[in-house]
């Protein structure tokens, strides 16, 4: 949690988690250290830290925030008249390598109670099934999706391809992400082109 709620803290607050998240997409999480993240803010290690609590805290929220950026681009596309497509989402991911590394370890550090970002780590998952549940019920209803298929345990395997293959990924780049979850929506049942996200 930010430790200050004044307009003029936020304000470095949004400034420095733009900047953060500028240098952890080019960088990584293992290069992109709390001093270089300071100095691209024009403040201390303990100035940075004063406005996110810890280093955790700190990489939780550009986490978060690549969520937002991610959920705006989906939002512009269908505003936009596009038909954004679940296989599209790991496309997304594979633009900004550093932060694909930040999320599979912060995620499997967080797997910890105590951990500071468990929260926002179960969080997460639980309302990636559920708006992957949403799109599936949304196919069942539509009769695209066969009755063999419970859409809630599809829905958990998807969230589970989507993670897997980023760590794959980061292995091996040569693997299309967005291929891979087109593969496995069809061996649903799907019909081509992939569901839509919204």
Do not use: C
């Not at 990489?59 to 008249?81: S, V």
């Not at 559920?130 to 063999?148: D, H, N, Q, Y």
């Not at 419970?150 to 998807?158: F, G, Y």
Request: glycine share 6%.
């Amino acid at each position: 949690m930010a430790l200050t709620n004044y307009p003029k803290g936020l304000a470095k607050r949004e400034e420095i988690l733009e900047s953060a998240l500028k240098i952890v997409a080019e960088r990584g999480y293992n290069r992109a250290t709390i001093r270089e993240l300071a100095e691209a803010a024009g403040l201390s290690k303990t100035g940075l830290l004063h406005h996110f609590g810890t280093k955790e805290e700190l990489f939780a929220e550009i986490l978060r925030r690549r969520d937002q950026a991610d959920e705006a681009h989906i939002a512009q596309a269908t505003a936009a008249g596009l038909d954004p497509k679940i296989s599209d989402l790991p496309r997304l991911s594979s633009g900004v390598p550093g932060l694909v590394q930040l999320y599979t370890r912060f995620s499997a550090e967080a797997s910890d109670p105590e951990h500071t970002a468990h929260e926002y780590f179960r969080s997460r998952y639980e309302q990636a099934r559920e708006r992957s549940l949403a799109v599936l019920e949304r196919f069942r209803a539509e009769g695209r999706l066969p009755e063999s298929v419970d859409p809630a345990r599809a829905a958990t395997s998807l969230v589970a391809l989507l993670d897997g293959l980023q760590i794959q990924w980061l292995y091996d780049p040569s693997i299309d992400m967005g291929e891979e979850v087109a593969f496995f929506l069809s061996r649903l049942g799907l019909d081509a082109p992939a569901p839509t996200v919204g």
